[in-house]
């Protein structure tokens, strides 16, 4: 089996709120091979979008990535 083209490794992030730490994402992990697709379904407000901005490096701050591996 070939290398992965990307993996994603318990995913965490969070938004600083007045009140403590929003976690919007906690635990999210897959891997994407060669030719592979991925299709990401959920609820509104699940964190589909959060997800692929972190991926990709276009998380808006005060958003951060707190833990995990991409």
């Known amino acids: 089996m070939s290398e992965p083209v ?3 490794r318990n ?3 969070e938004f600083p709120k007045r009140s403590g730490v929003l976690t919007a994402i906690d635990g999210v992990s897959f891997d994407i ?3 592979e ?4 379904v ?3 407000g699940a964190g589909k979008s959060l ?7 276009l998380l ?6 707190a833990g995990g591996e991409i």
Request: glycine share 20%; net charge neutral; hydrophobic share 40%.
């Open 6 to 8: 990307l993996s994603v």
């Open 11 to 13: 995913l965490r992030v």
């Open 33 to 35: 091979n060669p030719g």
């Open 37 to 40: 697709i991925l299709g990401v």
């Open 42 to 44: 959920g609820e509104s």
């Open 51 to 57: 997800t692929g901005q972190a991926v990709i490096g």
């Open 60 to 65: 808006e701050p005060p958003g951060r990535i």
